[in-house]
Antibody, heavy 119, light 110 residues
Framework: EVQLVQSGAEVKKPGESLRISCKGSGYIFTTYWISWVRQMPGKGLEWMGRIDPSDSYTSYSPSFQGHVTFSADKSIRTAYLQWSSLKASDTAIYFC????????????WGQGTMVTVSP | QSVLTQPPSASGTPGQRVTISCSGSDSNIGSNTVNWYQQVPGTAPKLLIYSNNRRPSGVPDRFSGSKSGTSASLAISGLQSEDEAHYYCATWDDSLNGPEFGGGTKLTVL
């Protein structure tokens, strides 16, 4: 079964660092880009950027450039999203999503990771 | 504020046909294909329509998509209670060099 499984919910304080993960299975992990998508409480979807797991090439949305970092370890089929200094405004659900091979659509999504940043 | 404009809400009764619009510009919808996602509350989004009008395996043919110029539409026929969800359009944005999402439409089945 093709799936993306994300790490569990996190509760952090402002200024703390965090790394969440997204593990792919059931397909050749290095063949498909992985994007990260943010959903703030009660809001819509925002594309944060993407990583190519084959060579870790990254592309960031200007809205997120400099505040988050994407990485990937293809040996364990896992992509990561990390923050060095969280803010309260980072409170959101974060989804990883696989870019399809036929189009630019996201054909597979992780279940989401809820990140809560509170003093 | 998204560059793709969707109505915030839509509604219909079981069995009805509803349409959800998505309006963009030459730099996004006008020059790229449109995808649609369904998000049931509390779950991850799911791909519903890709490349304007194609359905992934497993998506019922009650769902259909179309595009004309800088606008696109999602149509749902034979509305069912389980169709109650948020629907998002998305397309590649050349200036962003990535996908842009619409603001989403909450569909209520009355």
């Amino acid at each position: 079964e093709v799936q993306l499984v994300q790490s569990g919910a996190e509760v952090k304080k402002p200024g703390e660092s965090l790394r969440i993960s997204c593990k792919g299975s059931g397909y050749i992990f290095t063949t498909y880009w992985i994007s990260w998508v943010r959903q703030m409480p009660g809001k819509g979807l925002e594309w944060m950027g993407r990583i190519d797991p084959s060579d870790s090439y990254t592309s960031y949305s200007p809205s997120f450039q400099g505040h988050v970092t994407f990485s990937a370890d293809k040996s364990i089929r896992t992509a990561y999203l990390q923050w060095s200094s969280l803010k309260a405004s980072d409170t959101a659900i974060y989804f990883c999503a696989r870019h399809g091979s036929v189009s630019d659509a996201f054909d597979m999504w992780g279940q989401g990771t809820m990140v809560t940043v509170s003093p | 504020q998204s560059v793709l404009t969707q109505p915030p809400s839509a509604s219909g009764t079981p069995g009805q046909r509803v349409t959800i619009s998505c309006s963009g510009s030459d730099s996004n919808i006008g020059s790229n294909t449109v995808n649609w996602y369904q998000q049931v509350p509390g779950t991850a989004p799911k791909l519903l329509i890709y490349s304007n009008n194609r359905r992934p395996s497993g998506v019922p043919d009650r769902f259909s998509g179309s595009k004309s110029g800088t606008s696109a539409s999602l149509a749902i026929s034979g509305l069912q209670s389980e169709d109650e969800a948020h629907y998002y359009c998305a397309t590649w944005d050349d200036s962003l060099n990535g996908p842009e999402f619409g603001g989403g439409t909450k569909l209520t089945v009355l």
